[in-house]
């Protein structure tokens, strides 16, 4: 597609050369005639056909949430970051405003997932009007919503070039946000001290790292994929950009590895408290979610793919990494839940909910891909207004 | 850096403030969350006429006994109460009878437990033994569960029993994964009767016509409220949890567990009134906790 941008002025800023426009959309519509489906079935029989129950109350959903929010934040603090450090390929604040975009459908996927989950959705509002600040839930609430302001004003600024002295300090603060809620969604399970398996103070530092592992992962995946056909950026601006975002991710992965190495270490040599739920996540039902999709398909061949010099396989190794990421998440949330601390409460009084074990049901897989569905019509639409607006600043001068 | 000195100036302030506004928030309502806001003083004096026509006698059974304690601390305002139970596990048999009582009382659904027997069996046969552990809410001191509610649905009354405002509440079963003892539990909106062969002939034998069996739709009256779960209505959607059975205590009668105990091994009553049953067992040193390493300081203590 050769179109310029006086030709394609609402254009959704892809290069059609690299991923054809139908895939994306064949993409869209396969997750959301899915997505509709379950999203039905939630709305009629409620939580009844989903798995989770009272003694491993959350799932799916709220992994989703951890992780989408996860992937907001890293996106908006190497995105935004690399604007206010003015770095090689993020000068641009066309690609500035993308970042935005996506940090923002990307937090209101999270934020969807969390509302699936909630069992009176119609009270969510309450959150703001009834907050207890002592509680990490209020608080990360209220950091996603003054998130969003600020990126939102800072989206309308960098439009308006004569005002563009609080565009910076704007970012800077968009990122402190970006910083506290990806690494309090860790003290989010931190502070449960019925968990032991949670209650560590590297959790934090685990979820901002894959928070920036997943959020650059995505970024670089975006950014190659859907390479403006008139981008800002020169070829080599461009090249640094990936580059930088290659060593961003490989750096996390590994950052992550090793802390994690860490976590389940000690816990994994202590003899007592911390051992069942590690030895849930290395050798229980779901060993194939640490083994496979989280150190293979996440881990090591990411790293191998992006030790090469291909910009395809940097791109495969993103969305590798965006996607399986999720299975940090699970990792902490459901082996931390299924370890009860009273001995045979499971067996006192018998039910399907009152069991500690999870595992995700058809509904829920259908209701993720709904989240996903809605997370890239959001980024589509918000596409579409950043190059409108874009065209008319332009023509505007 | 890309940033000039205006630039670096504003954005200084900005993370500054962003930082202190943040920390504010956290400090005032943790520095507030111990204040009750639930009504205390002379009009929360209950005047029961409970067993005024029943004398006084010596040797009386335990459950007359208690019924006595809770009138006369019911005529002490609500902070000067100090609900407690106290749980003989060389009585329990398992019978579960208090566990069956409570969920006929409180109209729990599937799924919704609030006083489960845990049974563990040690050794080996022919040294086998058996222990059950009835698990109420412990209505902890330190409640874990009241600080990570995210919208102040649950709290700690001035008597020592923490609630949950069903009206309130969100369900995000936050309340659920704090609580050490797997007290409270999530009402999905389960019904008995749901996959209950249906009447889909005009055969008034059968007893369910409906998408459930009509009892199931009978309110609960829990917190002295009439509750209907019909229409995905509070409580369905909400964490829920043992209250002492707080319906029952305001109007001068014992929590269905104690009453429905067919051993006398649960007992309950004010431990502020240094004469009362519970007073004094849990003044013996066989009286302990559930995990008491976890800081929780119940006010559900077991005799050993």
């Not at chain 2, 943040?22 to 003083?41: C, E, F």
């Amino acid at each position: 597609m050769s179109m310029t941008n006086s030709t394609r002025p609402f254009s959704i800023l892809y290069d059609e050369h690299k991923v054809p426009s139908w895939v994306w959309w064949g993409v869209w519509l396969v997750l959301m005639v899915l997505g509709t489906w379950g999203v039905l079935q939630r709305v009629i029989h409620g939580h009844l056909p989903a798995g989770y129950g009272s003694y491993v109350p959350w799932g799916l959903w709220v992994a989703i949430y951890f992780h989408c929010v996860g992937i907001a934040g890293g996106t908006m603090l190497v995105g935004a970051g690399g604007f206010v450090l003015d770095l090689p390929g993020f000068r641009s604040r066309r690609l500035l405003r993308m970042t935005i975009v996506l940090s923002a459908a990307s937090i209101a996927c999270g934020l969807m997932g969390v509302w699936f989950d909630l069992g009176h959705m119609l009270r969510a509002y309450t959150i703001y009007t009834h907050a207890t600040f002592t509680s990490m839930m209020a608080f990360n609430s209220w950091m996603y919503t003054a998130f969003c302001i600020t990126a939102g004003i800072a989206f309308f600024l960098s439009y308006r070039r004569n005002r563009s002295d609080w565009l910076k300090p704007l970012l800077c603060l968009a990122i402190l946000f970006a910083i506290l809620f990806p690494s309090q969604s860790g003290a989010f399970f931190g502070v449960v001290d019925a968990k032991p398996f949670w209650n560590s103070a590297l959790l934090p530092v685990m979820f901002l790292i894959s928070a920036i592992t997943a959020g650059s992962a995505l970024l670089l995946v975006i950014r190659e994929t859907l390479r403006p056909t008139d981008d800002p950026d020169t070829p080599d601006e461009h090249d640094a950009a990936l580059r930088t975002l290659r060593i961003v991710v490989v750096s996390g992965l590994i950052a992550y590895f090793v802390s994690e190495f860490a976590e389940l270490s000690i816990a994994y040599w202590n003899p007592t408290v911390h051992a069942p739920a590690v030895e849930l996540i290395l050798f229980g039902p779901y060993w194939w979610v640490f083994w496979i999709i989280h150190l293979l398909i996440g881990g090591l061949i990411p790293l191998i793919f992006l030790s090469t010099q291909s910009r395809g396989l940097w791109v495969v190794a993103g969305f590798l990494v965006a996607v399986t990421f999720i299975s940090t998440r699970l990792n902490v949330l459901v082996p931390g839940q299924a370890v009860g601390e009273i001995r045979g409460l499971q067996e006192a009084f018998h039910d399907d909910r009152l069991k500690y074990v999870y595992h995700a049901t058809l509904m829920e897989y259908l209701v993720g891909f709904f989240i996903v569905a809605i997370g890239m019509m959001l980024f589509w639409i918000g596409q579409r207004i950043n190059g409108r607006l874009t065209h008319r600043a332009e023509t505007s001068g | 850096m890309g940033m000039n000195r205006r630039e670096f100036v504003r954005a200084t302030a900005l993370v500054g403030a962003g930082i202190a506004g943040a920390t504010a928030l956290v400090v005032k309502d943790r520095a507030t969350a111990s204040k009750t806001r639930d009504p205390v003083g002379p009009k929360t004096i209950r005047s029961l006429t409970v067993l005024n026509n029943v004398p006084k006698q010596e040797n009386e059974d335990l459950l007359i006994r208690m019924q006595r304690e809770l009138v006369k601390a019911m005529s002490k305002p609500v902070e000067q109460r100090k609900w407690v139970m106290v749980i003989d596990t060389r009585k329990c048999v398992g019978c579960h009878a208090c566990t069956i009582g409570c969920v006929a009382e409180n109209k729990l659904p599937p799924g919704v437990v609030y006083r489960p027997v845990v049974t563990e069996e040690f050794g080996e046969f022919p040294n086998v033994q058996l222990r059950f552990t009835p698990r109420p809410c412990m209505q902890c001191e330190q409640p874990p569960c009241v600080p990570v509610c995210p919208v102040s649905a649950t709290w700690r009354r001035p008597d020592g029993i923490t609630v949950i405002d069903y009206d309130k509440c969100i369900g995000c079963r936050y309340c659920l994964t704090a609580c050490p003892y797997g007290a409270r539990t999530s009402d999905f909106g389960a019904y008995y009767t749901d996959n209950a062969a249906r009447n889909n002939s005009n055969n008034a034998d059968h007893a369910i016509a409906g998408p459930h069996a009509a009892w199931e739709d009978q309110p609960n009256f829990e917190y002295a409220k009439n509750w209907d779960r019909s229409g995905h209505q509070s409580p369905m959607g909400n964490a829920r949890k043992c209250h002492f059975c707080l319906h029952r205590l305001e109007v001068g009668e014992l929590p269905t567990c104690v009453t429905t105990c067919i051993g006398r091994a649960t007992y309950f009553g004010d431990h502020n009134d240094p004469d009362s049953l519970v007073s004094g067992l849990i003044a013996k040193n066989n009286c302990q906790t559930l995990l008491p390493h976890k800081g929780t300081k119940p006010r559900v203590f077991y005799i050993v």
